[in-house]
């Protein structure tokens, strides 16, 4: 079956750097994606990785391991701004996303 | 810059009822989608439709129906509504289906069966 693994919920203090793992399995591979999520809002895009390695994007990195079915994504520099869920979704064979249930991450001050 | 619109936002349905929830993108998009949210679970698709014209099943289709009549408009529809059907909907979409394009999505419709 397809399975997606992130903690529940992390904790961080403002201005320290957060890495939030995912582990996957599903029916083929066609990359990962990170989505951010703030309460009550929709979803929006962060990354898209398909090659094994690390993609930089400003204060957001995020880290493919296709022959572990890992992934994570790390947060520098936290801000209270970056408070919200943040899902990981592998895309299938079908190219469908497999969605997990998110992981909550505080910043505290 | 509108991108998706879903309308309502939120509605109070009884059960047996049947409701159109609306969707409209200005984007072009040729692929579109919809997902319901639920506490706990990770978002999960319903229906899809890869192109005007067409649409196909996703994880969780039973109770629900749509139409691409074209590229703009996809519309979710549940004919008899159940207690178990009270969610968060996402339309999204995304410039082609079948590829590993982003999906963008819209701000949501919150919905409880009663």
């Known amino acids: 079956g397809q399975n997606i693994d992130q903690p529940t919920e992390m904790t961080a203090t403002e201005g320290a750097i957060v890495q939030i793992n995912c582990t996957y399995q599903t029916s083929g591979f066609n990359g990962l994606f990170w989505y951010q999520q703030h309460a009550g809002e929709a979803p929006t895009f962060l990354s898209y990785?398909?090659l094994d390695g690390l993609e930089e994007k400003g204060r957001f990195s995020s880290f493919l391991s296709r022959s572990k079915g890992y992934s994570y994504l790390l947060l520098k520099e936290l801000q209270m701004k970056d408070s919200a869920s943040y899902l990981c979704a592998p895309m299938d064979s079908n190219y469908q996303l497999i969605w997990g249930a998110g992981t909550k991450l505080i910043i505290k001050p | 810059t509108a991108g998706i619109t879903q309308a309502p936002t939120s509605q109070i349905l009884a059960a047996g009822r049947s409701m159109t929830l609306r969707c409209t993108q200005d984007?072009?998009?040729?692929?579109m989608y919809w997902y319901r949210q639920d506490l706990g679970l990770g978002l999960r698709l319903i229906h899809y439709s890869n192109t005007a014209g067409t649409t196909g099943k996703g994880e969780v289709p039973d109770g629900y129906s749509v139409s691409r009549a074209n590229t703009d408009d996809f519309p979710l529809t549940l004919a008899s509504a159940v207690p178990s059907q009270t969610s968060v909907y996402f339309c999204?979409?995304?410039?082609?289906?079948?590829?590993?394009?982003?999906?963008?999505f819209g701000d949501g419709t919150r919905l409880s069966i009663l």
């Open positions: 984007m072009r998009h040729n692929a």
């Open positions: 999204a979409s995304s410039d082609s289906g079948g590829s590993n394009q982003p999906q963008h």
């Open positions: 990785n398909v």
